[in-house]
């Protein structure tokens, strides 16, 4: 198999033997020497080859295909001019860092057809990220090793007065043959100024891993790659991804969550770690050679207690990398306490489903104990919104949840990589789904109330059988995490949103995605899907608002306002409405018609995670990081009521199709079931 490169081409597969493109006409081999056989990667900068180089004994190689002009057609000649200009400064500069065992060799750099290319060495080896997934969270003596491997890197990257700009797990790579870590994807690094050492411009980098001033003004100095390099070590000893580990009332929450595994490390590795990931510029280490005073310094081996983080003290000594002192081993992960002998409520039940079995092709998963659920407080004297039943979920902190129509099933998604499923006819915790190898983000339930789907930080979605507990499929389409789910209200597909910036639309008894939705954004937080299965709407970490047009695949409007992260969408029943809520603590409303703002709705201290409406009520509830869920008269935009009980952020809300409940999953590991009552 052979690939074309003309970005414009609709396919672009072609047999071994053609020379030119079947589809467009476009010649195959780059240079008349490359041969590209297989895409590795695609983004807004350009695409991302594996080859064969004709020339080099076929060996394997890397094109990596830089779109100059964006979009292209805004570009002006002066412009076009001066990114050629630069590019060809900065393969210069990146000729030289291959010089480094640790980074890949550049071969070659040029520009053809009004397209630049990279040519570089081919690893054969698996990325961090790959690696943490397949064999879990990293020891501690793992994160020495990849510092001890990587801070010399970054020594040497800095002495040549370039940035990388985008150290992740995903850009470190270690090679098969050797073990040897290779730091990659210098595409978007800058040559640093002599004066400042930093370069402001373009911002470049990823979410979760760059630091503030690098995506707000495109500012980098060596620190901010210490930042990053100390976020990949973060996500790869906790095994959760970063937005998971931060907490807006009291940052970074990484100790406290290796606790809940009943994991350890040493003072001094936690130390260095906290400063490295300091919000502050100058709270950071300045330098690698900071970093390595502080490794040398004498140890006094303690290991970590339950306090809040604190900043690394300086201390002085050799500045030679060596590998970190080996410390005491771990704990061994304890497991779950069992539940408690007190008998589960019962609830009067409501309408039943039919309980039809899907077809099933793994074991039911067992039963977990778990904690009743807590007795309902009596009825409220005033007209409004009170918690009838708390639900714990005592072995994780809930991320996600769902209630399916008739209210008979209540689902939560857990950081512990499971999903609890309770029966709320009976009070008891029917299944814990356990088969997801890392967080789960999103849950949602069939219409039919048979089907859940769980989508999870292991890039998969899992279809189970919601009576049986049964796993029925799983889909794994996508190259990066599921954040989210919603089903067709007719039922006839289900959408996921993913990390990888795409949307996939899944038809029944199908286990390829049918069609993908693109856009040129941030990863994918939320998805909605309007009742009628006309508009879907998306918000992601670019702060935008995607709508789309399901029925012609096509981008309709994308809606900007916010100033923060686009953390949850909601569409009103009526199709007429979509509420978004964002990481600038605010709620907007927008016309679904039109794309036009309404109205912002302030209110929350921290984050809004979540959004749903509320049918037949002409409200909308929100759940946020201020522990708190507010309940908003959308024939004003006012508050009506305050929910309070959650002591943890609200990451997920949830109401019945009936108006009658509301669910909300929270960082306290407990889901709230809120009735109405008049």
């Known amino acids: 198999m052979i690939f074309c490169l003309n970005p414009n081409c609709s396919h672009t597969r072609n047999p071994d033997d053609a020379t030119h493109c079947l589809s467009c006409g476009s010649r195959l081999k780059l240079r008349g020497r490359y041969r590209p056989t297989k895409p590795l990667a695609q983004g807004g900068f350009g695409r991302t080859y594996l080859a064969i180089d004709e020339d080099r004994l076929n060996t394997f190689c890397v094109i990596k295909q830089l779109l100059p002009d964006g979009a292209g057609s805004e570009a002006t000649p002066s412009t076009h ?19 480094h065992p640790n980074i890949p060799t550049l071969f070659a750099f040029f520009e053809e057809e009004s397209r630049l290319y990279l040519v570089q060495e081919y690893i054969d080896g698996q990325t961090l990220w790959h690696e943490m997934e397949r064999e879990g969270a990293f020891s501690e003596s793992k ?45 978007v690094s800058k040559q640093l100024t002599r004066d400042a050492m930093s370069v402001p411009g373009t911002k470049v980098g990823t979410v979760g891993y760059a630091p503030l001033e690098q995506l707000r003004s495109g500012q980098a100095y060596p620190a901010s790659d210490i930042y990053s390099l100390g976020v990949t070590c973060i996500q790869l000893l906790t095994g959760s991804r970063p937005d998971t580990l931060f907490d807006p009332l009291h940052g970074w929450r990484w100790r406290e969550y290796l606790m809940t595994q009943h994991r350890s490390v040493s003072d001094r590795l936690a130390r260095i770690l906290d400063k490295m990931i300091q919000e502050r510029v100058v709270d950071r280490y300045q330098s690698v050679d900071e970093i390595v005073r502080e490794v040398k310094a004498p140890s006094s ?37 069992s539940s408690s002998s007190q008998p589960r409520r019962s609830i009067s039940p409501p309408p039943r489903h039919s309980t039809r079995p899907l077809a099933s092709t793994s074991p039911t998963t067992p039963k977990a104990a778990v904690a009743p659920i807590s007795h309902a407080p009596p009825l409220p004297k005033t007209r409004g919104w009170y918690c009838a039943y708390t639900l714990p979920a005592p072995t994780s902190l809930v991320t996600s949840v769902a209630i399916s129509e008739g209210e008979h099933w209540v689902a939560g998604g857990c950081l512990d990589n499971t999903v609890l499923v309770w029966n709320l006819s009976t009070g008891k915790l029917e299944h814990t789904l356990s088969q997801h190898r890392r ?12 089907v859940l789907a769980s989508g999870s930080d292991d890039a998969t979605v899992k279809l189970w059988n919601l009576p049986t507990g049964q796993l029925v499929e799983t889909l794994s389409s996508h190259l990066r995490g599921v954040t989210s789910l919603d089903f067709a209200k007719d039922g006839a597909f289900l959408l996921s949103g993913s990390k990888d910036r795409t949307i996939q639309l899944w038809e029944p008894k199908q286990t390829e995605a049918s069609a993908t939705l693109t856009a040129r954004s941030g990863s994918i937080k939320s998805i909605a899907l309007s009742r009628d299965g006309r508009w879907l709407a998306s918000g992601g970490l670019d702060n935008k608002i995607h709508l789309w ?23 009103s029943p009526d199709g007429r409405q979509l509420a978004s809520g964002s990481k600038d603590r605010t709620i907007k409303l927008w016309d679904l018609e039109n794309g036009v703002e309404l109205q912002t709705l302030t209110s929350h201290l921290w984050d809004v995670n979540a959004v749903a409406y509320v049918p037949k009520r002409n409200l909308l509830v929100s759940g946020s990081s201020d522990k708190t869920l507010k309940v908003w008269n959308l024939s004003d935009g006012r508050v009506t009521q305050t929910l309070s009980g959650h002591i943890g952020a609200v990451h997920g809300v949830a109401a019945s199709s009936n108006g009658q409940t509301i669910v909300s999953g929270s960082w306290d590991k407990t889901i709230k079931v809120w009735h109405w009552h008049e």
Not at 144 to 169: E, N, S
């Open 81 to 99: 001019n001066k990114t050629i200009e630069l590019f060809y400064q900065e393969a210069t500069q990146l000729s030289k860092l291959g010089e």
């Open 143 to 187: 994160i020495k090793q990849v510092l001890a491997q990587l801070l010399p890197v970054l020594r040497f990257v800095h002495q040549h007065h370039v940035i990388h700009r985008d150290i992740t797990p995903v850009n470190i790579l270690r090679r098969q043959k050797d073990g040897r870590l290779m730091l990659i994807d210098f595409g």
């Open 301 to 337: 081996r303690q290991t970590m207690r339950r306090r809040s983080p604190q900043k690394a003290v300086n201390a002085t000594s050799p500045t030679t990398i060596d590998p970190m002192p080996e410390t005491e081993k771990e704990l061994r992960s304890a497991k779950p306490t």
């Open 439 to 450: 967080p789960v983000n999103a849950v949602a339930i069939s219409p039919d109330g048979m």
């Open 549 to 571: 047009n399901v029925p012609d695949r096509s981008l309709v409007h994308t809606l900007s306002g916010h100033l923060n992260s686009v953390l949850a969408v909601a569409i």
